[in-house]
């Protein structure tokens, strides 16, 4: 969160951009993974910054300048905009230093399976944005970038999960993954979804509001409660995972419009009261119960990025 | 209710202008009153549906506000990303450009 609004933000930074095919993608697959993306990852980044690196972690997670052909050209994690102008521009001076032939690949990438290659481009894609809401007797220092953070993610439906919503309820099995994935606390940090067995409370319901021919609008409404006890080491000045509880108990409200085969407009929020603190969420000393807020919008049809927890998803999405 | 979202009439009254509740947070804070647990028991109310719901066409226009993130927070969307290193590498030949790879713990467009 922290990078997307500093270095990314520079207009330096963008218009050095223009000289570069400007990527982005999750480093845990293409670290671990055996495909032939995968493959050619590992190659360049165990070059980079990272490279053979196994503590305090072994994530390769930074920024890299490749080829087209495998070459590394610069490898870094700092997002301090001047080091980032700097390393850009030294970059682009090995690339225009590198011989033609050495460039591009002698061909292209063999294609191996991605779950964004599941897209449900006749269902329901959805952006999901999660802050915190206004408190009464706010105690958090304005100054800390944490009582302002926000974060993203994305929702697939199938278009009969979609179907289901129209006809009057989600599909219990659609509501409660709606439910575990996108009650987590992830405003400031990762964190892991909820069990299936921690939701207490999964429904969205939809009533027509108004109907023009095959177009109608609807008001959706609904619930969401989750509670789950574990041990988490949770970063409050202790490396020992701590035994407690997270939650979620909040209530949905949305307007929608159908107009007879997809939606054309979906705009739902999720408002409730959060509590807990787990591993990466930066909640040890914020545990609540607070409020927080997520809406969820329709997704632009080129955001075609997975759900961060796509392995939670069913085997429908992969037909 | 619990201090913290106190009910409507039990709310304590902010300066106005307070970074503690500025204004057009009443709205909100009214929403959530119906939220909160007391004692951590879960409060029931009827909503539209027969469930719970303290939220409204209003407070939906609210919330979208205060959640969805503004033109600054978005700047780095300006960038034309490419979402997959194998769609970065594709177009890089093509466009006979090297690479530039923002790889994350969490997707860099999505969860981080």
Same mark, same amino acid.
């Given at each position: 969160?922290?990078?997307?609004?500093?270095?990314?933000?520079?207009?330096?930074?963008?218009?050095?951009?223009?000289?570069?095919?400007?990527?982005?993608?999750?480093?845990?697959?293409?670290? @671990?993974?055996?495909?032939?993306?995968? @493959?050619?990852?590992?190659?360049?980044?165990?070059?980079?910054?990272?490279?053979?690196?196994?503590?305090?972690?072994?994530?390769?997670?930074?920024?890299?300048?490749?080829?087209?052909?495998?070459?590394?050209?610069?490898?870094?994690?700092?997002?301090?905009?001047?080091?980032?102008?700097? !390393?850009?521009?030294?970059?682009?001076?090995?690339?225009?230093?590198?011989?033609?032939?050495?460039?591009?690949?002698?061909?292209?990438?063999? !294609?191996?399976?991605?779950?964004?290659?599941?897209?449900?481009?006749?269902?329901?894609?959805?952006?999901?944005?999660?802050?915190?809401?206004?408190?009464?007797?706010?105690?958090?220092?304005?100054?800390?970038?944490?009582?302002?953070?926000?974060?993203?993610?994305?929702?697939?439906?199938?278009?009969?999960?979609?179907?289901?919503?129209?006809?009057?309820?989600?599909?219990?099995?659609?509501?409660?993954?709606?439910?575990?994935?996108?009650?987590?606390?992830?405003?400031?940090?990762?964190?892991?979804?909820?069990?299936?067995?921690?939701?207490?409370?999964?429904?969205?319901?939809? !009533?027509?509001?108004?109907?023009?021919?095959?177009?109608?609008?609807?008001?959706?409404?609904?619930?969401?409660?989750?509670?789950?006890?574990?041990?988490?080491?949770?970063?409050?000045?202790?490396?020992?995972?701590?035994?407690?509880?997270?939650?979620?108990?909040?209530?949905?409200?949305?307007?929608?419009?159908?107009?007879?085969?997809?939606?054309?407009?979906?705009?739902?929020?999720?408002?409730?009261?959060?509590?807990?603190?787990?591993?990466?969420?930066?909640?040890?000393?914020?545990?609540?119960?607070?409020?927080?807020?997520?809406?969820?919008?329709?997704?632009?049809?080129?955001?075609?990025?997975?759900?961060?927890?796509?392995?939670?998803?069913? @085997?429908?999405?992969?037909? | 209710?619990?201090? #913290?979202?106190?009910?409507?009439?039990?709310?304590?009254?902010?300066?106005?202008?307070?970074?503690?509740?500025?204004?057009?947070?009443?709205?909100?804070? #009214?929403?959530?009153?119906?939220?909160?647990?007391?004692?951590?028991?879960?409060?029931?109310?009827?909503?539209?549906?027969?469930?719970?719901?303290?939220?409204?066409?209003?407070?939906?226009?609210?919330?979208?506000?205060? #959640? #969805?993130?503004?033109?600054?927070?978005?700047?780095?969307?300006?960038?034309?990303?490419?979402?997959?290193?194998?769609?970065?590498?594709?177009?890089?030949?093509?466009?006979?450009?090297?690479?530039?790879?923002?790889?994350?713990?969490?997707?860099?467009?999505?969860?981080?």
């Amino acid at each position: 969160v922290i990078d997307r609004r500093s270095a990314w933000s520079d207009p330096e930074v963008q218009a050095l951009l223009a000289s570069f095919v400007p990527t982005a993608d999750e480093v845990g697959r293409l670290q @671990r993974d055996t495909d032939p993306e995968a @493959r050619f990852f590992q190659a360049f980044a165990e070059l980079g910054h990272y490279g053979g690196r196994e503590r305090p972690t072994s994530t390769r997670q930074g920024i890299y300048v490749v080829t087209p052909s495998g070459k590394l050209l610069g490898s870094w994690n700092t997002r301090q905009v001047a080091e980032v102008r700097r !390393r850009l521009r030294a970059a682009l001076e090995a690339w225009a230093q590198l011989p033609e032939g050495e460039r591009y690949p002698a061909e292209a990438l063999a !294609r191996g399976a991605r779950f964004e290659d599941h897209y449900p481009a006749d269902g329901l894609v959805l952006v999901v944005y999660s802050r915190d809401l206004p408190r009464v007797d706010d105690t958090r220092d304005p100054a800390d970038w944490r009582t302002h953070a926000w974060n993203v993610d994305h929702v697939w439906f199938t278009a009969a999960e979609a179907a289901s919503l129209v006809a009057g309820e989600l599909d219990g099995d659609a509501a409660r993954r709606l439910v575990r994935l996108h009650t987590r606390d992830n405003v400031r940090g990762q964190t892991t979804p909820f069990p299936l067995e921690c939701v207490q409370s999964a429904r969205l319901e939809a !009533r027509v509001v108004a109907e023009n021919g095959a177009t109608k609008t609807l008001e959706l409404v609904g619930e969401a409660r989750v509670s789950e006890s574990g041990a988490w080491r949770t970063g409050g000045g202790s490396d020992t995972p701590e035994a407690t509880t997270r939650s979620f108990d909040g209530a949905f409200y949305g307007r929608a419009v159908w107009n007879g085969t997809r939606f054309t407009s979906f705009e739902l929020a999720l408002v409730g009261a959060r509590a807990g603190a787990t591993q990466y969420n930066e909640r040890a000393d914020d545990r609540g119960p607070a409020p927080m807020g997520v809406v969820f919008q329709l997704a632009p049809e080129d955001d075609r990025v997975a759900p961060a927890m796509w392995y939670e998803y069913p @085997r429908t999405f992969r037909r | 209710m619990s201090r #913290v979202w106190s009910s409507v009439s039990g709310m304590p009254t902010p300066a106005p202008g307070s970074r503690h509740v500025r204004r057009g947070t009443l709205a909100l804070l #009214v929403a959530f009153s119906a939220l909160v647990p007391e004692g951590g028991a879960a409060p029931r109310w009827q909503g539209p549906l027969g469930g719970r719901s303290g939220l409204d066409a209003a407070s939906l226009a609210e919330v979208v506000r205060r #959640v #969805v993130p503004g033109p600054d927070e978005l700047a780095w969307r300006a960038i034309p990303w490419r979402a997959t290193l194998r769609a970065g590498l594709q177009d890089a030949t093509a466009e006979q450009k090297p690479v530039l790879l923002w790889a994350m713990n969490g997707h860099p467009l999505g969860t981080t």
